[in-house]
T-cell receptor
Framework: IAGITQAPTSQILAAGRRMTLRCTQD?????MYWYRQDLGLGLRLIHY???????GKGEVPDGYSVSRANTDDFPLTLASAVPSQTSVYFC???????????FGQGTRLTVV | GQNIDQPTEMTATEGAIVQINCTYQTSGFNGLFWYQQHAGEAPTFLSYNVLDGLEEKGRFSSFLSRSKGYSYLLLKELQMKDSASYLC??????????WGAGTKLIIKP
C-alpha cells in the first residue's frame, strides 16, 4: 500500500540522548516535511526538503537536524534530547506546490 | 507575523449542519487547505481552495474569500464519525503551510 511510514510509533527517551526518527515514503513525492504537534498549538514546521539533496529550516529547527540522501527517506535527528522536545512528530510529503500533503501516522516522543 | 485563527472547540448535533470558520493573515497566499484529524491519528486532507468561492465535496464544502482573509468549512448531515479536529492551513508566499491550532468538533446524539 502506497503511503508514508514513520518509526518508531512511540518512544520514551532520556534527556541528553541522541534519537533518529525515521520517515519513508513510496509515492515518489519530491517534497517532505517534519512537523511537531503540541496541545493547543498548530502543526509547526521543523525542517523541510523540496527535493532529494536539499533541506531547509522551518519555524522551529533548533535542536533538530535532517538529511535527504534520496527521494524516499527523510530522517529527523535530535542530537541531545531535552524535555521541551516532548511532542508528537509527523512526517509528511507532497507532490507539488499546490497539492495536499500526506502524513505519516506520527511518532509520540517523551523526553524525561 | 503570520496567523491563522479558528475556534478552539464547537459542539453540534448528529444530523445537523456546522460551519467552522478560519481567518488568516499571512505573507502571501498560495491556497488554503482543510484537514481532518481524529484523536491520536494523522491529519487527512479534506479540501483545497485557491480561488474565491465554494468548493463542494459530498457532505463537506469549503468557502474562500481572499479579500477578507476568510474561509469556512461546512459539514452537513453530521455523523458521529465526524467528531474530530479540523485544521485550517494556508500556503504562504514561500509555499510553506501555516497551520491553525485546529477546531475540535464534538458531535452529540
Amino acid at each position: 500500500i502506497a503511503g508514508i511510514t514513520q518509526a518508531p510509533t512511540s518512544q520514551i527517551l532520556a534527556a541528553g540522548r541522541r534519537m533518529t526518527l525515521r520517515c519513508t515514503q513510496d509515492m515518489r513525492h519530491n517534497a517532505m516535511y517534519w512537523y511537531r504537534q503540541d496541545l493547543g498549538l498548530g502543526l509547526r514546521l521543523i525542517h523541510y526538503s523540496n527535493t532529494a539533496g536539499t533541506t531547509g529550516k522551518g519555524e522551529v529547527p533548533d535542536g533538530y537536524s535532517v538529511s535527504r540522501a534520496n527521494t524516499d527517506d527523510f530522517p529527523l535527528t535530535l542530537a541531545s534530547a531535552v524535555p521541551s522536545q516532548t511532542s508528537v512528530y509527523f512526517c509528511a510529503s507532497s507532490d507539488g506546490d499546490n497539492t495536499e500533503a500526506f502524513f505519516g501516522q506520527g511518532t509520540r516522543l517523551t523526553v524525561v | 507575523g503570520q496567523n491563522i485563527d479558528q475556534p478552539t472547540e464547537m459542539t453540534a448535533t448528529e444530523g445537523a449542519i456546522v460551519q467552522i470558520n478560519c481567518t488568516y493573515q499571512t505573507s502571501g497566499f498560495n491556497g488554503l487547505f482543510w484537514y481532518q484529524q481524529h484523536a491520536g491519528e494523522a491529519p487527512t486532507f479534506l479540501s483545497y481552495n485557491v480561488l474565491d468561492g465554494l468548493e463542494e465535496k459530498g457532505r463537506f464544502s469549503s468557502f474562500l474569500s481572499r479579500s477578507k482573509g476568510y474561509s469556512y468549512l461546512l459539514l452537513k448531515e453530521l455523523q458521529m464519525k465526524d467528531s474530530a479536529s479540523y485544521l485550517c492551513a494556508v500556503k504562504d508566499s514561500n509555499y510553506q503551510l501555516i497551520w491553525g491550532a485546529g477546531t475540535k468538533l464534538i458531535i452529540k446524539p
